[in-house]
C-alpha cells in the first residue's frame, strides 16, 4: 500500500518524495498507442475497461506514486449538450461555440450517474484493480478553463472570444460560469464518491488573464469548487486510511472515504505572476508549471500548500545524468515546502523518450529518499 | 518636439506619461489595410516609402508618443540566408529549418547597408518626415527569439526543436547563437546608425524556459548585445537633444547622435517568472507583458529601470470607461517605478476597435498629466 502521494498532499511527513506525470496515461507509451490504435479517442475515453487498462500502464511502465484518471476535461461539456469533436491535428472542436445566452440556456447540468456513468465505473475498476497499490486521482477542468473551450470552440491563441464575453457582457459570462462550475462541482462529487482518492483541478489557461481578471472572472469559481468538495469531505463517513484498514469501504454502493479529507490539487499553467491570487483558493496542493522556481513559487504561496511540480516537460529530452541534476535541484528547491510532489510542469508530450520519463521517476525516488 | 518617451526611458523627469502600443502600425487601422491591399507583406516591408507611411499613420491617428520601425523580425534571418514565406493563417514559414551544423554553417552575418538597406532607408524617410515630432524606436527579435523561429520553422506551440538542440547539443545552439547574436548587434547598430532614437529588443518567446534555463541559454546573448550598443552609444559623437538643437545630425550619412546614449527596451513575453534573471541584462527599459501586475514587476526589478505596459491588448475590447479605469489602475501601479512608458502587454490584436486605442492613449496622458 502506497500511501506517500496522499501523505505528500497533507504535509504529513514520509520517507521519499512521491511522483506522477500529468498525461502519464498517454502517445510516449507504446502500450497506449496500441490500443488507440483500435479505438478513437473519445470511444477509449467512454469505455470503462480499456479507460482503466491505460490508467494502469505507466503505474508498471514508470513505477510512479499515483494513477490519474484516464479522461478528458471536455467530457463533462459533451453532457453539458455540446458537440464534442477531436482532430488529429487540430485538437477538439465545441461547435458551435457558445456565444449568447440561447446557447447557454440550453446548456444543462449533467448528472454524472446517468450522463458520464462510464467515468464513475472507470474509476470503480481502478480502485478494484490498483487494490492500494498507488492512490487513484480524479480530475476535472477547473470553470475558467472548460468555458474557454466552449466560448472559443477549441483551444485559442489569444482567446479574444473569451475576454470579449467577460468584458462586453459579464452577466452572460456569469451566467455561463454558473452552469459551469455546478457541472464541476457535481462531477467531482461523484468522482470522490466513486473512489476517487484525490482530484486535480486543471486550469491551464488561467494563466492567460491579468491578475485583476484572474481574481474576478476565474479565481471564485474556484473557491466555489473547493468550498464545496471540502464540505462533501468533511460530510463523508470517516474511515481511516491506514495499511491496516482497507482502501475500499465495505458497504455502499462502491463509495470511499477517509478519516482525512480528499486533497484537492489545483493547477494552473502559467502561474507566476498570479500566485499571490491562487494562494486563497483553498487547495491542498498547488500544481506550479515550469516557468518559475518552484523555491520562489513556494517562498510566495506561504506554508499551507504543498506543491506540486515543476519540471520542463522537454527536460526529459537531455540525457540521463542531466535529467538527474535537475531532478535533484527542483527537489532541493521544493523542501522548504511543506510537502512536494514531483510532477512535470505540464503534459508529457508524445514525442517523449519513455526510458527517459523512467529515469526521471527513478532519480527522484533514489535522490529524495530519506537516510 | 516629443521628448518625453526619451526621457521616460532614461528615468528622467517628466510631465505626462507617454505611450505606444506594440504592432501600432498594424491591420486594426484602415489605412494599413488600404496599403496591405495593394501590396504584400515583404513587400511593404521592404519598400521603405510605404513603410515609412504606415510607421506614421498611428501617430496622427492615436497621438502616440513614439514611432517604431515598421518590419519584421524575421527580416535579419532572411538576410542570413533562410527562405522567408508569410502565409495568412500560418504566419511565417522558414524552410529548410536549421537543424544542424551544415545549415548553421550556410549561414551568414550580413551587413545591413548591404543586406538590409531597406531598412535603414526607412529610418532615414522617417526621421526626415517625423522631423521631432516624436521620436523613432528601431527594434530587433532578441537572438532566442529569433533562434526559435529559425530551429522551429515558425512558430511553435512548445519549442521543441529548440529545446532539443539546446539539451541535445549544446555547442550547435552555441555556434547558431553566436551567429544569430552578431547579426542582431550589427542590425541595432546600423539601426541607430541610420537613425533610430531608441532600440527595443523583443524576446517574445523567452518566457517558455525555465528560470535555469532562460539564464543559461537565453540572457547572456541578450547582455552581449546590449553591452555592444552600449559600448557603440558611448562612442558615438554627441550632440544634446533638446528643443534648441535639431534632433538630427547635420552633417554626415544621416547619422544621428544624441549626448545621453540611444536607450535600450527589453521586451519579454511572459515574464513574471523571469524577472529576478532580467534585471540583470542591462537594458534602460524592461517591457512587461500582462501577466503581472506591474508593481510587483517593480519591486522585483529593482529601481534601476523603467518600465513599458502592461495592459492586456483584450482589455481594449472593454467599455471606455473601463478602459480608462485600467489605464489609471495601471499608472497608479507604475508610479514606484524610475520611469513608465504605457504600452500594451503584447501587440495590438487586428480585430481592435481603433476609438478604443485611441481612447487608451487619451486616457494615458489625460491621467498621467502633472499639475
Known amino acids: 500500500m502506497n500511501y506517500v502521494f496522499l501523505k505528500a498532499c497533507r504535509g504529513e511527513k514520509i520517507s521519499y518524495t512521491p511522483v506522477w506525470i500529468m498525461r502519464q496515461a498517454g502517445r510516449y507509451l507504446k502500450q497506449y498507442q496500441k490500443i488507440r490504435g483500435k479505438v478513437d479517442f473519445l470511444t477509449l475515453c467512454k469505455t470503462p475497461e480499456?479507460?482503466?487498462?491505460?490508467?494502469?500502464?505507466?503505474?508498471?511502465?514508470?513505477?510512479?506514486?499515483?494513477?490519474?484518471?484516464?479522461?478528458?476535461?471536455?467530457?463533462?461539456?459533451?453532457?453539458?449538450?455540446?458537440?464534442?469533436?477531436?482532430?488529429?491535428?487540430?485538437?477538439?472542436?465545441?461547435?458551435?461555440?457558445?456565444?449568447?445566452e440561447a446557447s447557454i440556456k440550453k446548456l444543462s447540468v449533467p448528472n454524472p450517474e446517468e450522463d458520464m456513468n462510464f467515468v464513475l465505473?472507470?474509476?470503480?475498476?481502478?480502485?478494484?484493480?490498483?487494490?492500494?497499490?498507488?492512490?487513484?486521482?480524479?480530475?476535472?477542468?477547473?470553470?475558467?478553463?472548460?468555458?474557454?473551450?466552449?466560448?472559443?470552440?477549441?483551444?485559442?491563441?489569444?482567446?479574444?472570444?473569451?475576454?470579449?464575453?467577460?468584458?462586453?457582457?459579464?452577466?452572460?459570462?456569469?451566467?455561463?460560469?454558473?452552469?459551469?462550475?455546478?457541472?464541476?462541482?457535481?462531477?467531482?462529487?461523484?468522482?470522490i464518491k466513486a473512489g476517487a482518492q484525490a482530484v486535480q483541478l486543471f486550469d491551464t489557461w488561467a494563466g492567460v488573464l491579468s491578475p485583476g481578471d484572474y481574481k474576478k472572472f476565474a479565481l471564485p469559481y474556484v473557491k466555489r469548487v473547493i468550498d464545496n468538495i471540502k464540505t462533501q469531505n468533511s460530510k463523508l463517513k470517516t474511515q481511516k486510511l491506514t495499511p491496516a484498514s482497507p482502501p475500499?469501504?465495505?458497504?455502499?454502493?462502491?463509495?470511499?472515504?477517509?478519516?482525512?479529507?480528499?486533497?484537492?490539487?489545483?493547477?494552473?499553467?502559467?502561474?507566476?505572476?498570479?500566485l499571490e491570487e491562487i494562494k486563497t483558493c483553498g487547495a491542498d496542493v498547488i500544481g506550479i508549471d515550469w516557468r518559475i522556481n518552484i523555491?520562489?513559487?513556494?517562498?510566495?504561496?506561504?506554508?499551507?500548500?504543498?506543491?506540486?511540480?515543476?519540471?520542463?516537460?522537454?527536460?526529459?529530452?537531455?540525457?540521463?545524468?542531466?535529467?538527474?541534476?535537475?531532478?535533484?535541484?527542483i527537489l532541493n528547491r521544493a523542501s522548504s515546502a511543506r510537502g512536494h510532489i514531483f510532477n512535470l510542469g505540464h503534459g508529457i508530450l508524445p514525442e517523449t523518450p519513455v526510458e527517459n520519463a523512467a529515469a526521471m521517476v527513478e532519480a527522484v525516488h533514489k535522490l529524495s529518499r530519506r537516510r
Open 248 to 274: 475500499l469501504s465495505k458497504g455502499g454502493k462502491g463509495g470511499f472515504s477517509s478519516q482525512e479529507s480528499v486533497p484537492i490539487i489545483y493547477f494552473v499553467g502559467e502561474c507566476a505572476g498570479l
Open 121 to 191: 465505473e472507470t474509476i470503480k475498476i481502478l480502485r478494484r484493480e490498483l487494490n492500494g497499490k498507488v492512490p487513484l486521482i480524479g480530475f476535472s477542468g477547473a470553470p475558467f478553463t472548460m468555458a474557454t473551450y466552449m466560448i472559443e470552440g477549441g483551444t485559442s491563441k489569444n482567446f479574444l472570444q473569451t475576454k470579449r464575453m467577460i468584458f462586453q457582457t459579464p452577466d452572460l459570462y456569469a451566467s455561463l460560469m454558473d452552469k459551469v462550475t455546478q457541472t464541476v462541482i457535481e462531477y467531482l462529487r461523484s468522482q
Open 50 to 100: 480499456l479507460a482503466a487498462e491505460v490508467t494502469i500502464q505507466p503505474i508498471d511502465a514508470l513505477g510512479v506514486d499515483a494513477a490519474i484518471l484516464f479522461s478528458d476535461i471536455l467530457i463533462p461539456v459533451e453532457a453539458m449538450g455540446m458537440k464534442l469533436e477531436f482532430f488529429e491535428k487540430k485538437g477538439p472542436v465545441l461547435n458551435p461555440p457558445i456565444r449568447n
Open 295 to 329: 523555491d520562489d513559487a513556494v517562498k510566495r504561496l506561504g506554508s499551507n500548500f504543498s506543491v506540486q511540480g515543476n519540471l520542463d516537460p522537454c527536460a526529459l529530452f537531455l540525457p540521463k545524468e542531466e535529467i538527474e541534476r535537475r531532478v535533484k535541484d
